[in-house]
């Protein structure tokens, strides 16, 4: 970037880009019982069961209703993305190239010209996608695009009508809008983006999916096909955009970006403004550490994979797009809304199980939680409880996949009694006397050698101490 390379030799290794995600948004489609009544297509979305697959193409397509009707929820009401369609898209064709018109003057006495810029659209003209899809197993997104096309034909035609609030703005309600970035090796820096507005399908290949070809065993057509998609606007690499996403994302979940960064100085005190609010800002010439994460980023691991909302960070590192975890509320296989179950088996490893402790059965320690995160029923725990004797230690249980748990102390209490909540105190309990002994040996040592703490001492004191503070077990 500053000295030129004399000899040309081309030493600079080559700039190389994956493609990310690609995000489409929810259209406000109204679904609503009056409208669906009178199609003969749409009726069978007219369904309150909330198991039904029926029900979530209507919540996913309709944000409205599946707001006012949150009760028994299959879908993520703070994602404001089709899911199904956004993990099934293979490939997306069709961007318009940013072309400026030119004007070339008219020749001279010697034929002479003179050609400039004449302007551009600056891409507002309509363009043609065509969105690739792997169908999954049971075509839910052709069901979603089949009864978004024919939604399309039945509001204009006045057939069923659109929200009253979108009738007074003029708004267009079936369109959405397409988000996609290129990112660098890391799968995790943007390079480049783009977002496509005013997008809405035309048109499903059933013609090719009901023909009849020899030789062919499956219909490939109906696994494996191409949507057209008509795009009112195109903007590459502008900060509008960006904008525009990190809106959407809290609009849907306004929790999202809550006490991301809250700075603490040297001295451990929290990092305000000149009006008194805690700083939410980057300083990282000051701040030595956060404090607090409404909703902590989410790890590069396959154990978080399909999990939490998509966000834009700034970062010295430039723009970085991040996952953070969000508690979904849809657990079907417990019974209770509020706590996701992956959310949960993700915590038990974690050893964090007082968050909800009233549904785990009786169990010595938290540790032995992770001999049940492989599908083991209720029933198979307490057929396993039965097995271990009635005095175990609290502070160290160690077993195998087909071993009796191990007694390694002499801490004795009665598993008769323990519940979650109280395997979770002693844990806690234990955690704290070893963060206290290690804040007892770093001063120990300072004395030792008659000196005051240093700067890194009282910082990772502090650190210690508001572990101590807190009610999460890591």
């Known amino acids: 970037m500053v000295a030129l390379d004399r000899y040309n030799r081309g030493l600079m290794a080559p700039h190389q880009e994956v493609s990310g995600p690609i995000f489409i948004t929810r259209p406000r489609l109204a679904l609503t019982s009056a409208n669906l009544r009178n199609s003969d297509v749409l009726r069978y979305l007219d369904t309150s069961d909330n198991t039904s697959a029926a029900n979530m193409i209507r919540r996913i397509l ?55 810029v004449k302007g551009s659209d600056d891409l507002r003209g309509t363009y043609n996608l065509n969105l690739g899809i792997n169908e999954p197993q049971g075509a839910p997104v052709y069901a979603l695009l089949s009864a978004m096309i024919e939604f399309e034909r039945l ?104 006490g991301v960064v809250f700075y603490r100085d040297k001295s451990g005190s929290p990092i305000t403004t000149s009006g008194g609010k805690l700083y939410t800002g980057r300083w990282p010439d000051k701040a030595v550490d956060f404090d607090y994460s409404a909703h902590p980023k989410l790890t590069w691991t396959p154990m978080d994979n399909f999990r939490g909302l998509p966000w834009l960070e700034n970062t010295p590192q430039g723009l970085q797009l991040i996952w953070r975890r969000v508690d979904n509320p849809v657990n079907p296989l417990l019974g209770k809304a509020g706590v996701d179950i992956t959310d949960k088996l993700i915590r038990i490893v974690d050893g964090k199980i007082n968050q909800f402790s009233e549904e785990l059965p009786a169990i010595p320690t938290n540790r032995y939680m992770l001999q049940l995160v492989s599908g083991i029923t209720e029933e198979k725990v307490k057929a396993k409880m039965n097995d271990i004797k009635s005095t175990v230690s609290v502070d160290e249980i160690k077993t195998t996949n087909d071993e009796a748990p191990k007694v390694t102390s002499t801490s004795v209490i009665s598993t008769q009694t323990l519940t979650g909540a109280e395997a979770a105190n002693f844990a806690r309990e234990n955690r704290n006397a070893a963060l206290r002994s290690i804040i007892e040996s770093i001063k120990a040592n300072a004395a030792k050698e008659n000196r005051e703490l240093t700067e890194y001492e009282k910082n990772r004191i502090y650190k210690l101490e508001s572990r101590i503070n807190t009610n999460v077990i890591h």
């Open 62 to 116: 309709d944000p409205e209703y599946s707001r006012r009707n949150r009760t028994g929820s299959m879908i993520d009401d703070n994602n404001p993305f089709i899911v199904p369609l956004c993990n099934s898209v293979i490939s997306l064709g069709g961007l318009p190239d940013r072309v400026n018109q030119e004007y070339t003057s008219q020749g001279g006495l010697w034929g002479e010209n003179l050609t400039t």
């Open 155 to 258: 509001v204009t035609d006045g057939e069923i009508f659109a929200y009253k609030d979108d009738i007074d703005r003029r708004e267009i309600c079936y369109t959405c809008s397409i988000y996609h970035f290129n990112l660098d090796n890391t799968h995790r820096r943007i390079t480049k983006w783009v977002k496509c507005t005013g997008c809405f399908p035309l048109s499903l290949p059933d013609g090719a999916m009901l023909s009849v070809n020899p030789g062919e065993r499956y219909v490939e057509a109906a696994s494996k096909y191409s949507v057209p998609w008509i795009c009112n606007r195109v903007e590459y690499n502008r900060p509008g955009p960006l904008m525009d996403f990190r809106a959407l994302m809290l609009t849907f979940c306004p929790s999202l970006n809550d």
